[in-house]
């Protein structure tokens, strides 16, 4: 039952990541449509900053829900504690992260702190990863890669958030005065940019879902 209902929720993990960004992936083309009105494309915006939650959500529930599985199935030796720690930190975070959504990106604390922990899980879940492989920690070898996968993920969604810096600014001009060629230019650009690295981490979960499902020695 408490197997089940683990491997449930890390299936849903991967079901909403990619369902999530599919739906955002597909609104940032509205978005970027000159042809739309600015009211039309300011509602894309919305939609698209929503709709971002579900795989934002499930980035941070992807350890958590995957620690006590392997936990559940006697994938890796810890106490129990250890998953339970583990549910309630990124929980606390998962927490952080919709303070900061609902605050459209204020919170100058809240919101360097999210980033800091960001940060902190690539180099922890890298390192735990690249431990693993090289046999300095026992653990499954699908497990260690999953680990390297999960830091790239996070990774990729900091430089996602890098490469969408102009983009706000293009924004707040297209709002005030109107669209124009540099605005749908600047616009047009993030978001290509930003698609690419997106579809990276749809290789990158699509992988880890592989590999929990094959479970290679």
């Not at 919101?111 to 940060?119: F, H």
């Not at 026992?138 to 983009?167: T, Y």
Request: glycine share 10%; with cysteine; net charge positive.
């Amino acid at each position: 039952m408490v197997v089940a209902l683990l491997t449930l929720l890390h299936v849903l993990v991967f079901v909403y990541w990619l369902g999530g960004d599919l739906g955002a992936f597909y609104t940032s083309g509205f978005m970027t449509d000159p042809k739309r009105s600015v009211a039309e494309r300011m509602m894309a915006v919305k939609i698209l900053n929503n709709i971002d939650m579900a795989p934002r959500t499930t980035l941070i529930l992807a350890y958590p829900t995957g620690l006590a599985l392997a936990w559940a199935k006697g994938w890796v030796d810890v106490s129990g504690l250890i998953p339970a720690l583990m549910a309630v930190l990124f929980v606390g975070w998962l927490a952080l992260a919709w303070a900061v959504h609902l605050q459209h990106g204020g919170g100058g604390a809240i919101r360097k702190l999210d980033l800091a922990i960001r940060y902190l899980c690539v180099t922890a879940f890298g390192l735990a990863g690249i431990a693993g492989l090289a046999g300095l920690r026992e653990m499954p070898f699908f497990i260690a890669v999953k680990l390297c996968l999960l830091a790239g993920c996070v990774a990729l969604g900091l430089v996602v958030r890098r490469q969408l810096v102009p983009l706000f600014g293009a924004i707040r001009e297209m709002t005030a005065t109107g669209p124009t060629a540099e605005t749908d230019a600047t616009i047009r650009q993030v978001n290509n940019r930003a698609r690419v690295s997106v579809i990276t981490i749809w290789v990158l979960v699509g992988l880890a879902a592989y590999l929990g499902i094959a479970t290679p020695a």
